[in-house]
């Protein structure tokens, strides 16, 4: 076998392995919620909270936009990494390519169709004229950016499921920094407010691209064996990455769904509540990223323990995931209770700063439960357990999140009621995932 990575379990410890994987991965995962805390903080200190409401409602459409083609990233990973637990290295080379072409397809769509996707989501969207405004020009600069983000997506699975998360952090910090960068100068600067902010974005995630070009050339070249790339086209090689990213197709909308509309019912209550909202969502997405470093060395790992058909490795990653995972979550909590004024960093705007301060117990809350349900995400996705990930999480949305949701924003439940769906919605990604694991340790 050409790539450099030893078996995990013959030549180095679990625990080491895992560390190796997960400590790239977290600070690669940092990347993306700092900058967008970059974001909310040169936002948030302009004179008018329309620029910082406006990308916190465009963000919405892109977060179900983008997303929704998120199993071109877990897809690619959970099966890379199986065939290259099966030292399949051939196959695992052809994976780049199919998602590679699913990706430029799916990318061409978006854009041939980028004036339908914004009016309907502006039909469904709600907010004032002025974040509204701010809202389409942030769509309309970021909307460009598709063919560099599903391409990424594809690189970054197929890196993460070879096990190589160091090239993963090289373009994290070239596409994070630069969107810094262009942030400062589009916004503060320039002055283009939300439309500079999806400029940045854009362009940072094209020199993302420009930056992995080298490193798959040179991970394709030390992956080389006797076997062959696999095939590329023809349905019977794109078909179990096509059905496998169906179900996590669902299971993300489902997901950016409960998001969206939680972000979508904070405007209907007021701007400062959909800016307040806004801040809380960009720590919850600090401390989550940092968590998602295990998830992904999870998914990684258990591709390559179900490729070796290893039970007793699967069990033992599982129990070290979780435990990392909920040590590393309670510890933000702590911070977000001992520590309030560190939400000075993201505003110094006194109305935005108390509704904020009110709101950050619920945040602990969220982010405890959700650590469970991120871990374990990353376990069935490594797996590549399509049906499971969809059924558990269209079960919580439908049944967690969603009645409570409609009640706050319709049945006079209010803001805090909004924060109690979001609670329920993650207990139960955790319970009905939770109830799936010992399926999978069978022997």
């Known amino acids: 076998m050409a790539e450099s990575s030893p078996p995990v379990g013959v030549t180095k410890s679990l625990r080491h392995r895992f560390a190796q994987l997960a400590l790239p991965s977290i600070a690669a995962s940092l990347m993306v919620p700092i900058a967008s805390l970059v974001d909310t903080a040169i936002l948030g200190h302009l004179d008018e909270l329309d620029p910082l409401a406006g990308v916190a409602l465009g963000g919405v459409i892109f977060d179900l936009l983008y997303w929704s083609f998120g199993f071109l990233r877990m897809g690619t990973t959970g099966l890379t990494a199986q065939a290259f637990g099966r030292e399949q290295l051939g196959e695992s080379r052809a994976l780049l390519l199919r998602a590679g072409v699913l990706a430029l397809v799916f990318s061409t769509v978006l854009l041939a169709i980028q004036a339908p996707i914004g009016w309907l989501s502006f039909a469904l969207l709600e907010g004032e004229a002025a974040v509204e405004l701010a809202a389409r020009a942030y769509y309309d600069a970021r909307i460009w950016a598709a063919p560099a983000v599903l391409l990424n997506f594809c690189v970054m699975g197929w890196l993460l499921g070879l096990q190589r998360t160091r090239p993963i952090l090289i373009m994290a910090i070239v596409a994070n920094g630069a969107n810094v960068v262009l942030d400062y100068v589009l916004i503060v600067k320039l002055g283009w407010g939300a439309a500079g902010a999806g400029w940045a974005t854009m362009g940072s995630q094209y020199l993302a691209l420009l930056t992995a070009a080298p490193i798959v050339w040179r991970a394709w070249a030390e992956t080389r064996s006797d076997e062959p790339t696999g095939a590329v086209l023809g349905w019977a090689h794109l078909r179990p990455i096509a059905n496998l990213g169906r179900h996590i197709w669902l299971r993300t909308l489902a997901l950016i769904s409960a998001f969206a509309l939680f972000t979508n019912f904070s405007a209907s209550f007021s701007s400062t509540l959909l800016a307040a909202n806004a801040v809380l969502l960009r720590v919850l997405g600090l401390a989550s990223y940092f968590i998602d470093g295990f998830a992904h060395a999870t998914e990684s790992l258990a591709g390559v323990f179900k490729g070796r058909d290893d039970k007793p490795s699967l069990r033992r990653l599982l129990a070290l995931a979780l435990r990392w995972g909920l040590a590393t979550a309670g510890g933000f909590a702590l911070a977000f209770i001992a520590f309030p004024q560190l939400f000075v960093l993201l505003t110094d705007q006194p109305e935005l700063l ?90």
């Open 354 to 443: 108390a509704a904020v301060t009110d709101a950050r117990g619920w945040l602990v809350l969220v982010l405890l439960l959700g650590a469970v349900a991120y871990v374990l995400d990353g376990y069935f996705i490594g797996l590549t357990a399509g049906p499971t990930l969809a059924r558990a999480m269209l079960l919580s949305f439908a049944l967690g999140f969603l009645p409570l949701a409609l009640w706050a924003r319709y049945g006079g439940g209010g803001p805090q009621m909004l924060w109690l769906a979001l609670l329920v919605f993650m207990a139960a990604r955790a319970l009905t995932l939770g109830l799936e694991v010992p399926a999978t340790l069978k022997s």
